[in-house]
Each structure stands twice: as C-alpha cells, then as structure tokens.
C-alpha cells in the first residue's frame, strides 16, 4: 500500500489552490500597477507574512466546502463495517452538487439493504426447505436402525420409499437453487439455442400430463396443425410448460378442467394454460413469482404430486425472460387461473395459424377467448 502524506487529502490540495489563486492577482497588481518601474525584491518580504494567514483561512474555508463530502466518507466507511442502516442527512443549505450525490448513496443504500434483507430471507427459506426432507431422511434411518432386524417388510418399504422420496425432493431444490444462483450471477439459464417445432413441446408436456393427471380432471390440448418454427431451448420451455400445467392440475378440483392453448399472434408465440380451479388471491398474485412464495397449503388441491418448493414460477419466469418473452397472470378466486406466456419468433409470421377446432369446441366458454 502506497505511503499517504497530509498533502495527499483533497482539503490540503484545495487549500493550496486556493491560495496560490489568492496571491497571484495581488502580485500582479504589485509588479504591474504599483511598483511596476521600481521594483524593489526587499519590499516583497512584508508580503510573505500573508502566506501563512491565507493558508489558514483557506484551510478553514476548504473544511467547511468538503463537510459534505466528509459526511459521505464516514457513511461508506460505516457500510465497510456492515452499518448499511444509516443515512446521509440532506441539508437544503448544501450545494446542489453535493445534495444530489448524498440523494444517490442513500439509494444506492437503500438497494443494497433490499437486496441484503431479499438475501437474508432466502437463505432462511432455503434452509428450511433443505431441512424438512432431511429431518424425514433422518427419522426414518433412525427407525430403521433402531428396529434392526425386528423391522417388518411394511415399515421398511414405506420407510424406503419416503427415504426416496424425500432424497428426490432435495436433488430437485439443489438443482432448482443451483439454477437460480447461476441467473443471479449473470450466467445464461438456458443452454444452446436450435431451431425447433414448438408444437413437439406440448406434445410432449400433453403425452407427460396424460399420465399423471387424475382421472377426475379434464385435460385439454388445442395445438395448431400447422408448424411453429422458433429458435430456443427446448428442454427448458418443456421445463417451463409442464411445470406450469402441473400447477395448474394441482389447483383444480375433481370435475374441474385444465386447457392448454398454443397459438401464434404475428411475431410471437402465445401459449395460455387455463384452469377452473381455486384461483389466486389478489394479494398473493402480486408475489407468486417470489422465490419460495407459496399459497396456502390447504389451497392445494392434490398430493399426487407432492409438495412444491416454491422455486418453479421464479425459475419458469427466469427461463422465459432469458427467451426475450414474458409471463402474465390473470385470475380470480374459486373462478380459475390463466398463464399466458409469449415468446418471440424468429421472424414475422404472419396470423395464418388459426385455432383449428372442433364444433364441440366452440361450444366451451373457456376456449372462445384462448
């Protein structure tokens, strides 16, 4: 580290500006208006007493031009200590200048204290999270060694399974966290882009959900005959969809329908999954895209597909932002929900993909606004 010297601070620096300032004009008019013919060196001597008395009002005066700028040294030096609640006091007497950069670091403070306060909570969520499975994990093999060779073929298969189960759960809330923090580090969620048929996409989340979904709820697909072209990566808009649809699925109560929709509207792609099931508060509607933002549990309708961990609406959002698209939201409660997801296309395409439907079809009320 470079050794610093008292000349080296921004006030010894200015008070010397302003000093030399100060004697050149009363020289000058000395040499050219006084003496000009008769200079004498000697007569020059009375004048170096006023060196000193400049130097120390100009001291004096630069102290009190750089009061705000000092202030603003000691709030960074209390945010290196980790004090980020303190302020810069905003005195209307101050100059514009220095005003205007104490307003810029308090928000910038104010930032940073969001972010660290967003931060802090995450980890508290992550951490409860991470601990729910492990605590089963651990009761579980626990019992078992406890039991030894006195366990019953039932016990050990359930206990097993939920071994299995709850080991799965973790494997997918790292891998959803590890995906999360690479979008916050600025790296790419998405791998290689290739130009595919979007529809092979929704075929495939229709063929998925086909199977999972229970018997109870109706499953619909209205897919366009003709090809949707778009350069993206496949495996994560199947990630997004079929997340979204199992959303969906969760949401909606035996007899209740789930219909998912892909059209294309000029330049952009417009999937729309749309349920008949509990819907969304208004309030939980401004956050269902927080990180492990979760409604109510008893607003879940199945346990068929267990419980989430809050991460899948932050990751499809990151996902589909990193495509250039959007997601929307729309819904009322004990009415339903609509996600309405738009990706951009490649190029123009023009409107000539209609919705090709059944005359059974256009009898549904859900369907005539897709």
Same mark, same amino acid.
């Given at each position: 580290?470079?050794?610093?010297?008292?000349?080296?601070?921004?006030?010894?620096?200015?008070?010397?500006?302003?000093?030399?300032?100060?004697?050149?004009?009363?020289?000058?008019?000395?040499? %050219?208006?006084?003496?000009?013919?008769?200079?004498?060196? =000697?007569?020059?001597?009375?004048?170096?007493?006023?060196?000193?008395?400049?130097?120390?009002?100009?001291?004096?005066?630069?102290?009190?031009?750089?009061?705000?700028?000092?202030?603003?040294?000691?709030?960074?030096?209390?945010?290196?200590?980790?004090?980020?609640?303190?302020?810069?006091?905003?005195?209307?007497?101050?100059?514009?200048?220095?005003?205007?950069?104490?307003?810029s670091f308090n928000k910038l403070l104010n930032r940073l204290e969001e972010s660290l306060n967003i931060q802090c909570q995450f980890v508290?969520?992550?951490?409860?999270?991470?601990?729910?499975?492990?605590?089963?994990?651990?009761? =579980?093999?626990?019992?078992?060694?406890?039991?030894?060779?006195?366990?019953?073929?039932?016990?050990?298969?359930?206990? *097993?399974?939920?071994?299995?189960?709850?080991?799965g759960r973790l494997i997918r809330l790292v891998s959803d966290l590890l995906q999360l923090a690479r979008a916050d580090a600025g790296q790419?969620?998405?791998?290689?882009?290739?130009?595919?048929?979007?529809?092979?996409?929704?075929?495939?989340?229709?063929?998925?959900?086909?199977?999972?979904?229970?018997?109870?709820?109706?499953?619909? %697909?209205?897919?366009?005959?003709?090809?949707?072209?778009?350069?993206?990566?496949?495996?994560?808009?199947?990630?997004? %969809?079929?997340?979204?649809?199992?959303?969906?699925?969760?949401?909606?109560?035996?007899?209740?329908?789930?219909?998912? +929709?892909?059209?294309?509207?000029?330049?952009? +792609?417009?999937?729309?999954?749309?349920?008949?099931?509990?819907?969304?508060?208004?309030?939980?509607?401004?956050?269902?895209?927080?990180?492990? =933002?979760?409604?109510?549990?008893?607003?879940?309708?199945?346990?068929? =597909?267990?419980?989430?961990?809050?991460?899948?609406?932050?990751?499809?959002?990151?996902?589909?932002? +990193?495509?250039?698209?959007?997601?929307? *939201?729309?819904?009322?409660?004990?009415k339903g929900s609509t996600f309405t997801i738009k990706l951009p296309l490649p190029v123009k395409v023009e409107n000539t993909l209609t919705?090709?439907?059944?005359?059974?079809?256009?009898?549904?009320?859900?369907?005539?606004?897709?």
């Amino acid at each position: 580290m470079n050794k610093k010297y008292p000349w080296d601070s921004i006030r010894a620096r200015t008070t010397l500006a302003m000093s030399i300032t100060s004697l050149i004009p009363i020289i000058l008019c000395y040499i %050219f208006f006084f003496e000009r013919n008769s200079l004498n060196i =000697y007569e020059c001597i009375w004048y170096l007493p006023l060196i000193p008395i400049l130097i120390v009002f100009n001291w004096y005066f630069a102290g009190v031009i750089l009061m705000p700028v000092n202030q603003l040294l000691d709030s960074i030096t209390n945010l290196a200590n980790l004090d980020i609640h303190n302020r810069v006091e905003l005195n209307p007497a101050e100059p514009t200048e220095t005003q205007e950069l104490a307003n810029s670091f308090n928000k910038l403070l104010n930032r940073l204290e969001e972010s660290l306060n967003i931060q802090c909570q995450f980890v508290a969520d992550a951490s409860h999270e991470l601990r729910t499975p492990l605590t089963s994990i651990q009761g =579980y093999t626990k019992l078992l060694l406890r039991r030894g060779s006195n366990v019953d073929a039932k016990l050990m298969v359930e206990a *097993l399974q939920t071994i299995s189960d709850e080991s799965g759960r973790l494997i997918r809330l790292v891998s959803d966290l590890l995906q999360l923090a690479r979008a916050d580090a600025g790296q790419s969620v998405i791998n290689q882009k290739t130009e595919f048929d979007l529809r092979r996409v929704f075929h495939t989340v229709e063929d998925t959900v086909s199977v999972l979904a229970p018997e109870q709820i109706e499953i619909k %697909f209205v897919i366009p005959d003709e090809p949707i072209k778009i350069v993206a990566d496949e495996d994560r808009l199947k990630q997004v %969809f079929l997340n979204l649809t199992q959303n969906a699925i969760k949401a909606t109560q035996s007899g209740g329908k789930v219909t998912v +929709a892909l059209r294309v509207d000029n330049s952009e +792609a417009i999937a729309r999954i749309i349920d008949t099931g509990i819907g969304i508060a208004p309030a939980d509607q401004q956050r269902i895209f927080d990180r492990f =933002y979760r409604v109510e549990r008893s607003r879940t309708r199945s346990k068929g =597909y267990g419980g989430g961990t809050g991460l899948g609406l932050a990751i499809a959002l990151t996902i589909i932002k +990193a495509h250039g698209g959007d997601i929307e *939201l729309s819904s009322e409660l004990n009415k339903g929900s609509t996600f309405t997801i738009k990706l951009p296309l490649p190029v123009k395409v023009e409107n000539t993909l209609t919705k090709k439907i059944t005359l059974d079809s256009v009898k549904d009320p859900v369907l005539k606004n897709l």
